[in-house]
């Protein structure tokens, strides 16, 4: 006789939920990493830096500051999502948290490796659409959850406005060729 399946009844275990979390943001983390602005990517930080920006662009270190917190709201969302019972609204609002967490890797090399400025703005305003779902799933199965999706979508709201601008700025590719 098999056990029976107790993620029915009460999610997944915290081991398993704390697993796919980190590893879901982790992965997600080291692709943004990997196209960073910085010293380690000269060539990314010298693009970046010749960009035309708005003047209400934030300083870099303020990404640098922000990111990990929306990260860690969205871990701690995550996390208590997967540890709820399975039901139809929870499921979803997992795959929206996976979405989610999955773009915002993929925004950076959209925008920082493939300079696609067109289609980083398409993807920041595809981000903040499905944020905004996911905060709104999220909070039908904890609220707490939701509530740590509500900076996130803020700051797409931002990033899609300056993503935006910045591509209205820089209508065409220049300055040094994509790696």
Known sequence: ???????????????????????????????????????????????????DKPNFTPP???????????????AVGGYR??????????????????????MIGGWTQIFFRKRALGGSAVASATMLATGTVYAATAGKVDRVAQATAIPFVAWLGFATLLAERIWQRNPTPRLLPAR
């Open 1 to 51: 006789m098999s056990a029976p399946d107790r993620t029915a009844v009460s999610g997944f275990s915290p081991l398993l939920a704390g697993g796919i979390v980190l590893g879901v943001l982790g992965l997600s983390a080291a692709l943004g990493r990997r196209n960073a602005p910085d010293p380690s990517h000269p060539t990314i930080q010298r693009w970046y830096k010749r960009l």
């Open 60 to 74: 870099d270190a303020v990404f640098g500051a922000v990111w990990p917190m929306l990260e860690t709201g969205l």
């Open 81 to 102: 999502l997967m540890r709820q019972p399975a039901a139809p609204r929870r499921n979803l609002s997992i795959a929206l948290w996976l979405l989610n967490t999955a």
